[in-house]
């Protein structure tokens, strides 16, 4: 059974960092690319794992590379094609702030396809999105009233979109209390205990 797990969160919740995580604990990162040259994937081949999108030094990564959700889509599909024992996770602050369109297309894969899909929410205080915003910025300085503003919106909002979906599918991570350098064991506990049958899926 295929695993697909999207991570939800606001920004500086987490997201990409989880995901740098879990690509630092490969020693057989490598790349999949369209005919245009673009990357769409990164491939984990000793943990079975691959990654939606490109992941460098850079704060944004995942699926904001990509920056369609048309191509969030293709790129799964064709994972899902190429890769079908592999676990496949992506995120971004775009497919995040989307209330419904990933969770009823990966119950529509669900139906039609041997795949469990997961949803990993990363619940955070603003307190918690600001400090973790400050500690990787180069510019130091004041934050924006209206970037704070923004932030606690997105916040609330995604807690309550998930509060809508099927439970049994849902993971919550309460990233404020996990240390940051070892948020990817956490998220494989959680993904671990949804039932996945994925040998795969450890820490």
């Not at 295929?2 to 490969?26: C, D, F, R, Y």
């Not at 995942?62 to 024992?85: E, F, Q, S």
């Not at 990966?106 to 400090?131: H, K, M, W, Y």
Request: hydrophobic share 40%; with cysteine; glycine share 6%.
């Amino acid at each position: 059974m295929s695993m697909i797990i999207q991570i939800k969160g606001s920004n500086a919740s987490g997201k990409t960092t989880i995901v740098k995580q879990l690509i630092e604990l490969s020693d057989s990162v490598r790349y999949l690319r369209w005919n245009n040259g673009k990357i769409y994937a990164t491939v984990m081949d000793d943990l079975q794992w691959v990654a939606v999108g490109f992941y460098d030094d850079k704060p944004m990564g995942g699926c904001d590379r990509l920056h369609t959700v048309d191509h969030v889509k293709r790129a799964i599909v064709d994972i899902m094609d190429d890769y079908p024992d592999y676990a496949i996770v992506f995120e971004g602050m775009m497919i995040s702030t989307i209330k419904s369109t990933f969770y009823n297309y990966l119950l529509e894969l669900q139906d039609s396809d041997n795949i469990c899909p997961v949803f990993v929410i990363l619940r955070t205080t603003i307190d918690g999105c600001i400090a973790r915003l400050e500690s990787r910025r180069t510019h130091k300085g004041v934050i924006k009233q209206s970037t704070v503003d923004g932030m606690e919106r997105k916040c609330i909002a995604i807690v309550r979109h998930a509060l809508t979906y099927d439970q049994d599918r849902v993971a919550w991570m309460d990233v404020d209390a996990i240390a940051n350098k070892n948020m990817v064991g956490t998220f494989l506990e959680l993904v671990s205990s949804k039932g996945c049958t994925a040998s795969h899926v450890q820490s």
